[in-house]
């Protein structure tokens, strides 16, 4: 795709002036994705040959992005649809307060009742035994039996995204409008995904493989996670933490590979204490965030925490995630027509890539352990 092609946007002028501020490496990152868009390779396979690009992907560069992509994946809105939610009157503040802060908790809360049951968990050192939904349901009940300490992630998204239960929620138009209208584009839905986590002794390796250190995420270049608590969460029990405005003021910016866990006092020397977020809040709460931000989840001084997270990216370029397979006809029922339609939000929904990907050795899928820690000539001040 030539330099002129990209210009032929509706945001003509602005999307030029953005291009020429960027620097040559931006640019160029934002040329290749687009052409990424427009052939058949899977976004996947460009991972461990590209990955380091992801530091070219600044907040302007993102913005730059979504130009591009809208004219031909336009912004969702769901207004006038039906939802699960009570209203729809705050999607426009919550954009605007994502954009601003790179986090937003919702004024709507979830009501629905989960299955949960049949779902199956494992801790991240895959070690340990498979527990069921109904059984960590009845140790969260039973007020943490000590031997469950520790973090139990859902063992297959796809069980979960193909669920009407969870459908309903990830292709609701609410949730749907937010994250459209934060990403500036149609969003393609990448995970369902819950975990538990019990309070109790955690080595400093358990609570960094369970997100429980601040870090940055990267995981698609432009993207947004929903996390939904599913049962009261106080500074007790795991609250998620974030630091606000740090989604432009990346932590890459301050020399800080993606992904790096880092304790609590370097975070805080490069953003100030005032600008840390603690969210409590009860069953139901709505956290939308932008995960460039810095963020963790505080490990549990006691109890237990359930949280959904729903993620949407705007590109599958150098995505990190298997691809679903092709969505369940009991997950269509539970999706209105109108959004049926917007084939862009089911991208990443396909039988014949899943497969592709299933059979890629793992190593393939992965950035080079250097690409993934060294800035090198990507770092902000170096440009
Ligand atoms: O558990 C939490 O609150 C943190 C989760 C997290 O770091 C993530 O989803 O990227």
């Known amino acids: 795709m030539s330099d002129t092609y990209t210009f032929s946007t509706l945001y003509e002028e602005d999307a030029f ?13 934002v040329i290749r994705l687009m052409n990424f868009e427009q052939s058949n390779t899977h976004g996947f396979l460009l991972r461990r040959k590209r990955f380091k690009e992801m530091y070219a992907f ?20 769901g207004e006038g649809l039906p939802t ?21 908790i919702s004024a709507n809360k979830l009501t629905a009742k989960l299955p949960m049951d ?7 050192d895959k070690t340990s035994q498979s527990f069921s939904g109904k059984t960590l349901l009845e140790a969260m ?35 749907l409008s937010v994250v459209s209208g934060y990403l500036g584009c149609t969003p393609i839905h990448v995970q369902t995904n819950l975990w538990f ?32 608590y599913l049962n009261d969460v106080t500074t007790e ?69 359930l949280i959904l997270q729903l993620e949407y990216a705007a590109s599958l370029y150098m995505s990190p995630v298997c691809p679903f397979s092709d969505l369940s006809s009991e997950a269509k029922g539970a999706i209105h027509p109108v959004v049926l339609k917007h084939g862009r939000l089911f991208a990443n929904y396909s039988n014949e890539t899943r497969e592709i990907y299933e059979v890629i050795p793992a190593k393939r899928l992965k950035p080079k352990r250097a690409w993934q820690k060294v800035l090198g000539s990507y770092r902000h001040n170096d440009r």
Not at 17 to 28: M, T
């Open 17 to 29: 002036n953005l291009y020429n501020s960027l620097p040559r490496k931006s640019q160029k990152a």
């Open 58 to 77: 600044d907040w302007k560069t993102r913005k730059l992005l979504s130009m591009f992509l809208l004219e031909k994946h336009p912004i969702f809105e």
């Open 84 to 104: 699960i939610f009570e209203s729809q009157s705050d999607v426009a503040d919550t954009v605007a307060t994502l954009g601003k802060n790179g986090y937003a």
């Open 118 to 124: 049949e779902l199956l968990f494992q801790s991240k």
């Open 141 to 175: 009940e039973q007020n943490n039996p000590d031997k469950l300490a520790g973090t139990y992630w859902l063992k297959d998204q796809n069980t979960a995204a193909q669920m009407p239960e969870f459908a309903r929620i990830a292709f609701d138009p609410y949730i």
């Open 197 to 228: 986590s019990f309070a109790g002794e955690q080595d400093h390796k358990t609570l960094s493989r369970n997100a429980q250190f601040f870090h940055q995420d990267k995981e698609f270049v432009k993207f947004i996670k929903v996390f939904i």
């Open 237 to 305: 029990n795991g609250p998620h933490c974030y630091i606000e405005g740090s989604h432009i003021d990346e932590l890459n910016q301050h020399g800080i590979p993606y992904s790096t866990r880092l304790p609590d006092e370097q975070v805080l020397s490069f953003y100030g204490e005032d600008k840390l977020r603690i969210v409590e809040g009860e069953a139901g709460t709505i956290i939308f965030g932008d995960t460039v931000a810095a963020h963790k989840g505080l490990p549990l001084k006691k109890g237990s925490r």
